[in-house]
């Protein structure tokens, strides 16, 4: 009796021992399976918002496609919602992509294209937004797609506001939306006439004084006397060359007490 139970003792020990090694063994191998579960769940996402990303970079940065070329990356890359995952690159992408489509079916004048694209366009910039809502430029292009459907409306500009909130001074963006609101700007609430005042000015400063000049010479000519005087006081080789480009634009000097010759015939 006593044999068996020492024996009992013993064993109870080896086990108390061995416990804790055993345990640790299988949360290891539950860890590892769980990773490479969530591995095997994730890593077709990264992959497919790797691929997609350039698309959309590609398509902000101007470049042109060859008929047909963006319906196939539409029709192959969308994204798949039953994950549950927001995957902000390829929503991006998408959106992108969609708005090039309703540029060119205006661009065409099919008003059934211009309809179903701007539909489809709409649609995929609310998804993106829903996903990475800080994207200022998919905020103003809302705002862009919503005015061409329905006209300029009140309840609209709380599109542009957020893009301005979001990506004030973002100089890529702010060339395209600076020539939209200023042609725009008599219809603009005040916080958004200043807010495009503003970016104007910006532009200037920050050397972008060729886009500047063809920006106040085209869109924002019938409000140059709003934003020529927000730029007394700047660099005069900044306003010099603005000067001479909004020459060549056909404007009158708006500089004239600046001498805008060459800099070899000022002396």
């Known amino acids: ?137 998919l905020w103003f292009a809302l705002f862009w797609i919503q005015n061409s459907r329905t006209g300029l409306s009140a309840d609209n500009f709380r599109f542009l506001r957020m893009s301005y909130r979001v990506g004030a001074n973002e100089g890529w963006l702010a060339i395209r939306r600076n020539r939209i609101a200023m042609a725009l700007y008599p219809g603009l609430p005040d916080d958004l006439k200043q807010a495009a005042t503003d970016e104007f000015v910006q532009l200037v400063k920050s050397d972008f004084i060729t886009e500047a000049a063809d920006i106040l010479a085209g869109s924002a000519r019938p409000v140059s006397s709003i934003l020529l005087p927000r730029l007394q006081g700047m660099d005069e080789k900044k306003l010099r060359f603005l000067g001479i480009l909004l020459a060549g634009h056909g404007m009158d000097d708006p500089f004239p007490e600046l001498d805008t010759r060459p800099s070899f015939l000022r002396h």
């Open 1 to 137: 009796m006593n044999g068996t139970g020492s024996r009992t003792e013993d064993a109870n020990r080896l086990w108390a021992r061995r416990w804790p090694g055993l345990m640790a063994r299988v949360f290891t191998v539950c860890l590892g399976l769980a990773a490479a579960g969530w591995a095997g769940f994730v890593a077709p996402i990264a992959w497919r918002q790797a691929s997609m990303a350039p698309l959309g970079t590609k398509i902000v940065a101007g470049e042109r496609f060859k008929p047909g070329i963006l319906q196939q990356y539409l029709a192959a890359a969308q994204p798949d919602a039953g994950r549950g995952l927001c995957q902000p690159l390829t929503e991006r992408a998408l959106a992108v992509a969609r708005l090039r489509l309703a540029e060119e079916a205006i661009g065409d004048g099919d008003r059934n294209s211009i309809e179903q694209t701007q539909s489809e366009g709409e649609a995929a910039i609310r998804r993106s937004l829903s996903c990475a809502p800080t994207d200022p430029f």
